[in-house]
C-alpha cells in the first residue's frame, strides 16, 4: 500500500495566505484612491490659500484651521447656516421615514381597490427628473406664501418615492402571522405598526434615514432657488456665495466649510453603521 503524504498544514497555510496578497494589495490601492481625496480636503483645510496652490503640495496639516473658520463666520454666520441644515435634514429626514413607514405599510398589508394602480403612478415618478419638477414646485411655494421659509424646504422632501418603494419591499417580506398574533391580542393598527413593524424594520429604517438625511443636507439646487435671505441658507448655499472670479475667492475658507460638513454625515453613520449594515444586507438572507 503506497503511504499517503500529507501537506504541512503551515504550508497551506502560507499558500492560502500568498493566494490572497494580490486581492489584498487591489482592495488596499482602491481604498487608498477613496480616501485620498478625503485626506486632501482635511489637509486643506487647515492651509492658507497660497499654500493650497504651492508646489509641492503639502500632505501633512497646516496651522490656519481656526482662521479658516472664523473667516468663514464672519462671511455667512456658520452657526446660523448649521443650524438651518440641521433642522432641515432632521425634520425633514424623520418625516420622509414616518411617510414612507406608513404608505409602505398601506402597500404591503392591506388590500384596498386601486392599490396596484397608485402603486405604479407612484414607481413611475421615480423616472421624472427631480429638475421637471422645480417650475411647479416654486409656483405652488410662492402661491401659498411659503417662499423663504423653512416650510419651503422641508415639504416637498416629506414625500419620497423611492422611500415608499422601499419600505413596501421590506414589509412584504415580513409574515401576516406575526401581524394577526398582535391583532388578536388586542392590539390595533397603530400599536401593531409602532409595537411590531418599527422594532422588527428598525435596520431598514436606519439606512434609509442615512440615505435621507444625506440627500437632504446636500441639496443644494431647491434652497438656491426657494431662499431668499442669507440667514435662511443652509451651508452648501452658503458656501456656493462664496465663489467668486479667482481672484478674490478663498479656497482655504470654502474647504473649511466642505470639511465641516461632512462631520455631520460621519458621526450619524458612525452612530448608526450597525443597523445601516443590517438594513443592506436584511434581504441577502431571505429564503
Not at 406608513?102 to 421624472?128: H, I, P
Not at 417662499?147 to 417580506?173: K, W
Not at 448655499?237 to 481672484?247: D, I, P
Amino acid at each position: 500500500m503506497t503511504p499517503v503524504t500529507s501537506v504541512p498544514q503551515g504550508a497551506a497555510g502560507a499558500r492560502r495566505r500568498l493566494r490572497g496578497v494580490p486581492a489584498t494589495l487591489a482592495l488596499a490601492a482602491v481604498t487608498g484612491l477613496s480616501v485620498a481625496p478625503f485626506y486632501w480636503l482635511l489637509v486643506s483645510a487647515t492651509l492658507s490659500d497660497a499654500e493650497i496652490f504651492s508646489w509641492p503640495p503639502h500632505l501633512l496639516p497646516g496651522g490656519h484651521l481656526g482662521d479658516n473658520l472664523r473667516n468663514l463666520n464672519d462671511r455667512v454666520g456658520l452657526g446660523r447656516v448649521l443650524l438651518n441644515s440641521l433642522l432641515v435634514s432632521g425634520i425633514q429626514t424623520v418625516g420622509a421615514l414616518v411617510v414612507a413607514l406608513l404608505a409602505g405599510y398601506a402597500f404591503a398589508k392591506f388590500r384596498f381597490r386601486g392599490r396596484t394602480v397608485l402603486f405604479a403612478v407612484l414607481l413611475s415618478t421615480l423616472v421624472v427628473p427631480d429638475q421637471v419638477m422645480l417650475v411647479p414646485l416654486f409656483r405652488m411655494m410662492m402661491s401659498f406664501g411659503l417662499l423663504d421659509t423653512y416650510q419651503a424646504l422641508i415639504l416637498p422632501g416629506l414625500c419620497v418615492p423611492f422611500a415608499i418603494f422601499l419600505m413596501r419591499q421590506a414589509l412584504s417580506s415580513m409574515p401576516d402571522e406575526l401581524l394577526d398574533a398582535a391583532r388578536v391580542d388586542g392590539a390595533g393598527e397603530l400599536r401593531v405598526l409602532f409595537g411590531v413593524v418599527v422594532p422588527v424594520m428598525r435596520p431598514v429604517l436606519a439606512a434609509l434615514g442615512i440615505f435621507l438625511f444625506l440627500g437632504s443636507w446636500n441639496n443644494f439646487v431647491w434652497p438656491l432657488i426657494a431662499l431668499r435671505s442669507p440667514e435662511m441658507h443652509t451651508l452648501p448655499v452658503a458656501l456656493a456665495t462664496l465663489q467668486g472670479m479667482k481672484s478674490n475667492t478663498d479656497y482655504g475658507l470654502i474647504l473649511a466649510g466642505t470639511a465641516l460638513s461632512t462631520l455631520p454625515m460621519m458621526v450619524l453613520f458612525l452612530v448608526l453603521q450597525r443597523q445601516f449594515i443590517s438594513g443592506l444586507l436584511a434581504g441577502a438572507t431571505k429564503g
